[in-house]
């Protein structure tokens, strides 16, 4: 399980996650729509991390049966529910990582950006708790779209004065397993083996897989460039497609978002090798968000890694200078709607 979430740059300990065994150190962790597609796949992979002490569930309805159901599980960690805004500020206290997939799915024909109405105002609630009752956790945001909702909440935390952007993030990973999984396929690797950065955003054109940078280093023809770049930028309208009008991406989404939070608690649990690709505050390019890989630390981002966007292919190169107005502007969307007046 463990062996299945860390990509070849993350290092792994001798720690099992399979074995369940007791830790010293052991985090709190919350999900903020723990009742929902993504949210109860990811509670039950959080269940089994030998990291967590506790798991707290938020939701604005149905977070009874969930706990119920989730708590007979016989791992360690504790599992505690809490239904509606009157509870979310327990929910969230002694938080060391908080997740946050509340809000509204697609349906096929829509865009992340057109869930841009429900969700912002979803992920501004939320995140003013967050500041309110445990301002120096880990926040994992989710919801789409994501090139919006990471630079509302950075806006939101500014307001209330506890802005960290080390602990900040927008939440990539689908796209990096999305990126390892078709390449691996598609050139016949060993999964496991196979790491592709996805640099920019988290949204059609601006999601940028670094197919040159893949490791083990391999070689595409321009058309297997071309084919995997637009079936990884794709990938999630392939799913809710596939669903037919019953939501987006959950389970692989669960699965991507608790390599995340795995990697996070590592990363707070003292372990110095840990990268993962993260849409945060960045000076990498002109653009004040940026995907990219990061070092993880005790403290939240510990560096933004250069490396990946040096050597670019002519492709590659061209492809983020066409991502740029895109991704800038959803950017600016959500920082004009946190600083509109009520
Ligand atoms: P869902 O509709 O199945 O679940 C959402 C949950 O959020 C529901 O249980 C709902 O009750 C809850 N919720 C709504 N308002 C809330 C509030 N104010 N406070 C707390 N909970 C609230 O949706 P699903 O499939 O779980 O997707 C959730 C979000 O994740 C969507 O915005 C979706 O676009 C996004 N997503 C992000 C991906 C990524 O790669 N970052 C990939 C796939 C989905």
New binding site residues.
Partial sequence: FRDSFAPKAVKQNSDSITRFQPRASSFKVAI????????QPLALLIKMSPLVSTLHL?????VKGVTADLSHCNTPSQVLGFTG?AE?PNSLKGVDVVVI??????KPGMT?DD?FNI?AN?VK??VEAVADTCPDAFIH????P?NSTVPIAAEVLKQKGVYDPKKLF??????VVRANTFVAQRKNLKLIDVDVPVVGG?AGITILPLLSKTKPSVSFTDEEVEELTVRIQNA?TEVVEAKAGA????LS?AY??ARFVESSLRALDGDTDVYECSYVQSELTELPFFASRIKLGKKGVEAVIPSDLQGLTEYEAKALEALKPELKASIEKGIAFANKQP
């Fill in positions: 903020l729509g723990a009742a929902g597609g993504i949210g938020y939701d604005i309805a149905n805004a979310l997939p509340a809000g509204v799915p697609r992340r869930l969700n979803i609630d939320l945001i989710i919801s789409n994501v927008g939440v990539t990973t689908l796209d988290h999630g939501g987006s991406a959950t989404m991507a978002a």
